[in-house]
């Protein structure tokens, strides 16, 4: 394998990303993203949940368990938080963890201080990222958002499940402690108000500046992401991959029909939606009717350009099966590591794509239009679908895909547009199916669905 990826290039350190903050401050959902972006570039995470270890010993506690006078709630608080770390430290020892992330309120120097010998120990960089929020109202949003449906609460009437995490609340606030001078020392990050403010000190190792920049990007502003190929192209119709062909007449046709399908998909009213498109032509044509009909904003990226495939341009598929045998049957073996000679892999197409997850995250609403391979990479992003998984991923033509983030997990509907196109989806060992006129043929219909 020759690729390289941010993980490689960085130093040999392990980091232990400690999340600190009153409940209900998001730990959970920015451990979860960092978690599934580490994932995507291909480096090993783990998240170590403090709450899910307690839920052994004491599965739906009131808020008296969490009064720092409970002496029976604070030992086996303690305890948890203990298995959780052993269970760290053991996943570290085993050798092939990289970053892992402690998400609990971690909520006193002297907890931190217990953290930080522990991992100062092992040999593993400990950062502090700590997310205050004082906003009554978004609290309140969360806890009914998230709190009221946790395990802690199954079963249970949610107006008294939400005064009850109130009061767990109240309960850490006695002996909350903010990050201070007192902790100069210390690599951490502090998140003010959902990223309003950002205070970052003492970070070393460039994994490390990566993760702040992804977690400081984070925001929770209700929104979504449609991602569409472009309109059948020329080459699309004759079965060869690359290049930078015009669309086909029933391209075109979907190009007219994508505002419509963009309605259709639900377009809250006044929403600002930006347009992005690779540099190539099936994609700016694609988007064309959108941008004239819509006004919306539009920008093209290079990043955004199809898998280059090197020698292989212009070939079909039976082309290249004939001149490259070996090849092809290297790129079956391992689609994701393969690399086109003078072009790039899968792995090389996820590494030129992160300033556009950055940039995504950053956003609000956007419409991606470009190429197979590149929504599969992007799609695997937002889905949490396995490297060895993506590159063989369904992506048809003439089809709108709605991606809308939620708390814990992003919701997918699928559009379909009534417009046949040919199929280049190609399984495993087989030649392309480009005959196929049936765009519609065993996919998934209409439908929301919420992944994890
Ligand atoms: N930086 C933030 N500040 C405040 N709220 C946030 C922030 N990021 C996400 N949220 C919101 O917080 C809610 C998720 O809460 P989450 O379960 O992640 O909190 P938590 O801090 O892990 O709580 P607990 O300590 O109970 O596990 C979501 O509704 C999410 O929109």
């Known amino acids: 394998m ?53 839920r052994f010993s004491t599965p739906q506690p009131q808020a008296a368990f969490f009064d720092p006078h409970n002496e029976e709630g604070e030992r086996m608080r303690r305890a948890a938080a203990e298995a959780a770390m052993a269970d760290m430290l053991q996943w570290f020892n085993a050798g092939k963890g990289v970053v892992a992330i402690l998400d609990a309120t971690n909520s006193t120097k002297e ?23 004082d906003d009554e109202d978004l609290i309140m949003t969360n806890i009914k958002e998230v709190k009221t449906t946790s395990p802690d609460y199954k079963g249970q009437d949610p107006e008294v499940a939400a005064l009850d995490f109130r009061n767990r609340i109240r ?4 002996v909350y402690e903010t990050i201070d001078d007192d902790e100069k020392n210390y690599t951490y990050v502090k998140l003010i108000n959902v990223g309003s403010t950002v205070i970052i000190n003492q970070i070393k190792d460039y994994l490390s500046s990566r993760l702040v920049y992804y977690i400081q990007n984070i925001h929770i502003k209700p929104r979504s992401i449609w991602l569409s190929r472009h309109g059948e192209s020329e080459f699309n119709l004759t079965g060869r991959i690359g290049g930078d062909s015009n669309i086909s007449e029933r391209g075109e046709a979907y190009a007219r029909a994508l ?21 190539l032509r099936r994609t700016i044509q694609s988007a064309r009717h959108l941008k004239a009909e819509t006004g919306y904003e539009k920008l093209e990226w290079k990043a955004l350009d199809e898998l280059d495939s090197g020698v292989c341009d212009g070939l079909t598929y039976e082309q290249i099966a004939e001149k490259y045998p070996e090849d092809f049957a290297a790129r079956d073996e391992d689609k994701y590591n393969y690399r086109y000679r003078g072009g790039e892999s899968y792995r090389d197409v996820v590494i030129r794509l992160e300033p556009i997850i950055m940039e995504l995250e950053r956003s609000e609403n956007v419409i991606i ?4 391979a590149v929504l599969r990479c992007i799609y695997a992003y937002f889905m949490n679908v396995p490297q060895e998984q993506s590159p063989w991923m369904e992506v048809p033509l003439h089809t709108l895909i709605k991606l809308t983030p939620r708390a814990y997990g992003t919701e997918e509907q699928r559009f ?32 929301t669905e919420t992944k994890h």
Request: hydrophobic share 35%.
């Open 2 to 54: 020759s690729a390289v990826n941010f993980a490689t290039q960085s130093d040999d350190s392990k980091i232990c990303v400690v999340m600190v903050g009153l409940p209900a401050r998001g730990k959970s959902l920015i451990a979860g993203k960092a978690m599934r972006y580490l994932g995507w570039v291909g480096i090993s995470a783990r998240v170590f949940n403090v709450g899910s270890y307690r």
């Open 111 to 133: 907890r931190r201080k217990w953290i930080y010998e522990k991992c100062h120990e092992a040999g593993i960089e400990a950062l502090f990222v700590e997310s205050i929020c």
């Open 171 to 174: 309960n850490y606030e006695k």
């Open 259 to 279: 505002p419509e399908l963009m309605r259709k998909s639900g377009v809250p009213e006044n929403t600002k939606i930006v347009i992005w498109t690779s540099t």
């Open 369 to 372: 239009v470009t190429h197979q």
């Open 416 to 447: 379909k547009a009534n417009i046949p196109a040919v199929s280049t989806w190609r399984g495993k060992g087989t030649s392309a199916r480009h005959q196929d006129f049936h765009a519609a043929e065993g996919e998934k219909g209409e439908g």
